[in-house]
Structure formats: C-alpha cells, structure tokens
C-alpha cells in the first residue's frame, strides 16, 4: 500500500446572478496555476490499515482508484426513486470576543443572508439544469436534474483568539489581489492550517467545516474608519479532495473575507448617495447567488469534482459569471462513487438509506471499504463474496434470493449507525456462508431465512439452521452464545433460556427508543409493543448481550 497520496488545494470561483449584470464577480485566486499538490502522510488506524493489507484488493467494479470514466458510472448514477442521502457542513462563523466582526449571530438581517444562501443551496441540488450547452461533457445526452443530495448545515459561532492579527488571503506586499501563494495558516491542505483546531473540537458536531474568516484590517477600515478602498472582494476560496484510504481524513473549507464583501456591496454597490444606484434587494441578490454556487462548487471537491472550464453553466467552472446550474450525469455519478468509498462518506449523516436494491446479478467480488445506502439484492443464481469492510444503512438488508449465494470471508460487516441494521434475508434456497476468519464483532448482526435466525452462526440455508456446535435449532429460536430466545417473530412472549442470571433485560427498537416490557422468570412481555424490530437486552452474570427479534 502507498504511504503517500496527494492532497489538492482547489481554488474556485463564485458566480454571479443572471437575473441582472454583476458587475463584482468572484475573482479566482490561483492566477498563476490550475492547483498545487503537497505530499501529505497517509495516517490509517491499525484497524484500517489491517483490513485494507488482508482483504481489500480493491478489484471490484465499485471501485476506482483513478477518475471515473464512462465505462461504470451507471453504477453510482441515482434513482429517480431513490431517497435523498444528507450530507453534514457546518458553517462556522469567527468573531472577536464580543459577537462582531462577521456575521452575527444575533441580527435577523445576517443570518436571514445565510439561511437564504443554504436554501438556494440545496434548491440547486434538486433543480439542475439537464440540458447542457454544445461546450459541455455530454452535449446532446439527457442529464439527471436531481442529485437526490442534500445538505444539513449547521451554523456555528466561534471566538477566534487570532481575529485581530491573522491575515486571510490580504497581503499588502501583492500588487494584484488576491495573492496565490497565500500564507499555509490559511490553507486547509497544510499541517499549519490555523483553523485546524476545529477538526477535534467536542462543541462542534460531525461535518464538513468550512471556515468564513474575515481580514482584521480589512475589517477596522470598514467599519472604523468607512474606509471601502480595501473592499475584501477577493472572493477566493481553498478546499480539500478525499482520500480513497484514510477514511477519518478530516475535510475541509475556507471562505474569507464573505462578510466584508457583504458589507462592500451594502455600502458602496448598493450606495443610496450615488447616481443611479442598484438596489440592495438586487445587489443582496447576486451575494447569495455567488456564495451559492461557492459552497456548492467548493464541496464538489470534497468530493472529488475537478473544474470543468469548458462548460460555461457547469457548477465546477471556474469563471465569475459562471451560472452554476449544471452536473454532468458522470459527475453526479462520482458524488455517490466518493459518497461510498472515499473519506467524503464519514460526513452523511448515519440514517440516509435510498430505499432501493443494488443488483448483483452476476458473479461478484466485493474486496473494497465500502459504505453503502441500499438494500443489496443477489438474484439470477448469482454469488457475491465480500472480503472488506461494508458499512451499511441502519434501514438495509442483503437480501439473498432463491438459488443465489452470499459469502463472507475476512470481511467486516458494521452498521453506520453502529447498533442496528436489517440483516441478511435468505430466501427460498440462497445460501449464506460464513467463513471463520470473518471480523463480527457487533451485538446487532444477525441473519435469518424463512423468519427463523441466527446470529454469529457459520451456516445458514432454508433446510436447517445450525448453532456453533454444529446441532440443529429449532424453527423461531435465535441461537446467540449462551442464550437462546424463542419464538422469534412473536406476537406476545419472548422466552429466554440460559445457564446464566439475569438482573433485567431492556428494549430498544432501531431509533434507539427504550421500551420497558414486563418481565418474569425468564419470560418478556412484548404484547403492547408496536410491529417492527427491536433490540432486547440482556444484563446478567456474564455480562451484556443485545439480540434482534421482530414484533408481528
């Protein structure tokens, strides 16, 4: 395995709205060169980097390690039916110690402008544009309109201690603004990046983080002084790509200088004293417009987009009059491609299922890291093996159909959510096979055919059901290391045979809700519980053990 991968500061432009001429585009800051590459080392947990060097060959069609082509991107290109998946960014705001100096937090005018920004945000995600001009990859094809993508953002307010001195893109010594060799504290790519912090800071949720800074002397000119000369337009912003191995790589964005921009276009394009002036409702406007397409654009490298120059409405094109309502089906194709086996996927949030079946109808090999948001169906006497680590949806299930086959070996099979998931159906005469050199380490996994189930077990076919020791179990019994529950689906008991002493036993259902069923002599009262799957809980003697069973 390679101990180095590049990592890619990708600078964009912002557009400008089409409703009325901008004369203020966005500039792009890298001027002098398309990217720049650093050489940054691969840090992988001892439980990664074990998985990836046994069993993760990373042969499968699901996989790329190089740009996506048009040979298998039908394979991650959306649904019309699917459900939507949400991604988490979280917008993090710096002020000085008194709540100014950006936007704040307080003022329905500032935050109205944000919340305006992420609504059109994910208006576009849904309302693409799906007729691309002659210029555009795919001309003349029918492009999807809806990324089935959504973002959860969340709007953070934080102190920052260097507010007054840290320079974010300005520097007075560049005769043209914005300078491209801007300083490392403010490239979210270097090992000196300033807002670094915020990676492993326990106040802030699980997200994206995009930094919107603003130049301290900037900043004091404006409003100090009413000073617009240095009018902080420079409209630059810097991200990351994922990575394909490190799979905790924290992601990251840097906006600078949004606020003062606000403030330029509130004072000076929108100037009430001038002669013919444009109105604020209009110059607000081509603000939320830009920033739109920024956040977009910006995030379309976290998830691996490069620029797509030569497409004029594309959302990746980097000129400040750029529309931004355009993605080709093979980038949409390589948002799910990175949603699913880059460090990208880390950022949805744990319950995005799509509600529909990845097909395998063909003899396959799942030997990648792999996170997945559908059910998975093998059908047509087909057989998957899976040798990696799979991340399901809570909501999934492999659903392993009459004559087909299922086996794991070496895998690792977890839920997103780390607690619950649909398990593995077996119908009709599929076979599942469970080698011992699998990794199942989860209270929650669990298999079944023809409603009889077992947990942990080697074998499982529609004939017979075997526990570790190799003896037949009874129709509706779950076998689970020292325990035994029956009947299971139940419509009003569950019975609980063990050598071991119980203290208590509690019910969880997959939302993690608690239930506090009766319980006595070994027997739990589910009879008011709702239809659908739950958890029981056992406390005793030997410890804690959970089991899935179904309420009918």
């Known amino acids: 395995m390679k101990n180095f991968i590049y990592i890619f500061i990708l600078f964009v432009i912002i557009p400008s709205s089409k409703a009325q001429s901008n004369s203020f585009p966005f500039i792009c800051a890298n001027q002098f060169g398309d990217e720049l590459k650093i050489n940054v080392l691969n840090k992988i947990d001892a439980k990664e980097l074990e998985i990836n060097s046994i069993s993760c060959s990373n042969t499968s069609q699901y996989y790329s390690s190089n740009d996506y082509t048009y040979n298998h991107y039908n394979l991650y290109l959306p649904s019309p039916s699917d459900n939507v998946i949400y991604l988490k960014l979280n917008f993090i705001f710096l002020?000085?110690?008194?709540?100014?100096?950006?936007?704040?937090?307080?003022?329905?005018?500032?935050?109205?402008?944000?919340?305006?920004?992420?609504?059109?945000?994910?208006?576009?995600?849904?309302?693409?544009?799906?007729?691309?001009?002659?210029?555009?990859?795919?001309?003349?094809?029918?492009?999807?309109?809806?990324?089935?993508?959504?973002?959860?953002?969340n709007k953070i307010w934080k102190i920052d201690p260097a507010w007054d001195y840290l320079q974010t893109g300005y520097d007075t010594t560049c005769p043209n603004q914005p300078c491209s060799n801007f300083s490392s504290t403010i490239n979210p790519n270097s090992s000196s990046y300033y807002y670094s912090y915020y990676d492993n800071d326990p106040t802030i949720p699980m997200g994206?983080?995009?930094?919107?800074?603003?130049?301290?002397?900037?900043?004091?000119?404006?409003?100090?002084?009413?000073?617009?000369?240095?009018s902080g337009t420079q409209g630059w912003a810097a991200s990351q790509v994922p990575s394909n191995s490190n799979f905790s790589q924290k992601l990251r964005q840097i906006f600078?200088?949004?606020?003062?921009?606000?403030?330029?276009?509130?004072?000076?394009?929108?100037?009430?004293?001038?002669?013919?002036?444009t109105s604020w409702e209009t110059v607000r406007g081509w603000h939320v417009t830009n920033l739109r397409k920024g956040i977009i654009h910006e995030t379309g490298h976290n998830f691996n987009l490069g620029h797509e120059n030569n497409c004029y409405m594309n959302i990746m094109n980097q000129t400040g009059t750029a529309p931004g309502n355009f993605l080709s089906n093979l980038q949409i194709s390589k948002l799910y491609l990175a949603a699913s086996t880059k460090s990208t996927r880390q950022y949805f949030t744990e319950d995005s299922f799509k509600n529909t079946n990845i097909d395998v109808r063909d003899n396959q090999t799942w030997d990648l890291n792999f996170r997945l948001y559908s059910n998975v169906k093998i059908d047509d006497n087909s057989s998957l093996k899976a040798t990696c680590k799979i991340i399901m949806a809570p909501d999934s299930r492999f659903i392993v159909k009459n004559g087909s086959n299922f086996i794991i070996e070496g895998a690792e099979i977890t839920s997103a959510n780390n607690s619950t998931w649909n398990g593995i159906k077996v119908e009709g005469n599929g076979y599942l096979l469970i080698n011992p050199n699998t990794l199942i380490d989860t209270g929650y996994f669990y298999a079944y055919a023809n409603n009889r189930a077992i947990i942990g077990g080697p074998v499982i076919d529609t004939e017979s059901i075997r526990n570790s020791n190799n003896k037949l179990v009874d129709e509706n019994t779950i076998i689970e290391k020292d325990y035994k529950i029956y009947p299971n689906p139940t419509g009003d008991f569950i019975n609980i045979e063990t050598k071991n002493k119980i203290s208590k036993v509690e019910v969880y259902n997959l939302l993690n809700k608690s239930f506090s069923p009766k319980y006595n002599n070994n027997q739990v009262d589910v009879r008011n519980l709702p239809q659908g799957n739950y958890i029981l809980k056992i406390y005793s003697s030997s410890g804690e053990k959970t089991i899935h069973f179904i309420k009918k």
């Not at 110690?97 to 003022?107: I, K, S, Y």
């Not at 919340?115 to 990859?137: A, F, H, K, M």
């Not at 800074?213 to 900037?218: F, L, Q």
């Open 95 to 153: 002020t000085k110690p008194d709540g100014t100096g950006n936007f704040e937090q307080g003022n329905p005018e500032h935050v109205g402008f944000i919340d305006e920004v992420i609504s059109r945000v994910n208006q576009t995600l849904i309302n693409l544009d799906g007729s691309p001009t002659s210029s555009c990859e795919g001309y003349g094809q029918t492009h999807l309109t809806n990324t089935k993508i959504q973002f959860v953002i």
């Open 208 to 230: 994206i983080n995009i930094v919107f800074a603003n130049n301290g002397n900037v900043y004091n000119e404006m409003v100090n002084n009413h000073n617009y000369s240095l």
């Open 256 to 277: 600078p200088d949004v606020y003062l921009t606000y403030l330029w276009m509130k004072n000076v394009v929108a100037d009430p004293n001038v002669p013919n002036p």
